[in-house]
Nanobody, 115 residues
């Protein structure tokens, strides 16, 4: 099993920055893939950024150049640095881990960007 705990969400003005953190209950090396997803009210959950073991991080077109996903293996933590935030980035952000054939999700953290 993998428990994921996100933090770092909040209210920010357009153009501002936030950094989300996701702490995993086990080593990231034991996880096949990790990603950040988001879900805005009335919309489907969408992939924002993610990597599979041994590959580079991929980003959705809507955040490319503004968001950066990184990892600290020693802390079992992945981050999502979000810069130049826009009101359309407002959503609940979820951390996801794929281990074997099982998906694991964090509880989500709210990000609200005011115009």
């Amino acid at each position: 099993q993998v428990q994921l705990v996100e933090s770092g969400g909040g209210l920010v003005q357009a153009g501002g920055s936030l950094r989300l953190s996701c702490v995993a209950s086990r080593s990231i090396f034991s996880i096949n893939a990790m990603g950040w997803y988001r879900q805005a009210p009335g919309k489907q959950r969408e992939l924002v950024a993610g990597f599979t073991t041994g590959s580079s991080t991929k980003y959705s077109d809507s955040v490319k150049g503004r968001f950066t996903m990184s990892r600290d293996n020693a802390k079992n933590t992945v981050y999502l640095q979000m810069n130049s935030l826009k009101p359309e980035d407002t959503a609940v952000y979820y951390c996801n881990a794929l281990r074997g054939a099982t998906d694991y999700w964090g509880q989500g953290t709210q990000v609200t960007v005011s115009s």
